[in-house]
């Protein structure tokens, strides 16, 4: 049973490294986890390969320090795109 709650704990690290990873912005990700930036870059240090291989499988990229114009157009096309696909999916749960 305790293994269940540890990989849930997991997961949940998992996910602010590839919210971090994905914004770029490890310190507004650090405030809306409630956690210090030591802690979070704890956990990207542990966890960042496993999730960056998890967002190229998606084809998610990783937006860099310094985003050039193409990047931020690119993460801004997948965030429309995922969007889209939000607005269909409540369209026919609401049918």
């Given at each position: 049973?305790?293994?269940?709650?540890?990989?849930?704990?997991?997961?949940?690290k998992k996910k602010y490294v590839r919210m971090a990873?994905?914004?770029?912005?490890?310190?507004s990700i650090a405030r809306k986890a409630g956690i210090?930036?030591?802690?979070?870059?704890?956990?990207?240090?542990?966890?960042?390969?496993?999730?960056?291989?998890?967002?190229?499988?998606?084809?998610?990229?990783?937006?860099?320090?310094?985003?050039?114009?193409?990047?931020?157009?690119?993460?801004?096309?997948?965030?429309?795109?995922?969007?889209?696909?939000?607005?269909l999916e409540v369209a026919f749960l609401r049918e």
């Amino acid at each position: 049973m305790p293994n269940k709650k540890i990989a849930v704990v997991e997961e949940v690290k998992k996910k602010y490294v590839r919210m971090a990873l994905e914004t770029g912005n490890n310190a507004s990700i650090a405030r809306k986890a409630g956690i210090d930036r030591s802690t979070l870059k704890k956990w990207m240090i542990e966890y960042q390969d496993e999730v960056s291989d998890q967002m190229e499988k998606e084809d998610i990229s990783i937006l860099s320090d310094e985003p050039t114009h193409d990047e931020l157009q690119k993460k801004y096309d997948q965030a429309m795109k995922l969007l889209g696909e939000k607005e269909l999916e409540v369209a026919f749960l609401r049918e």
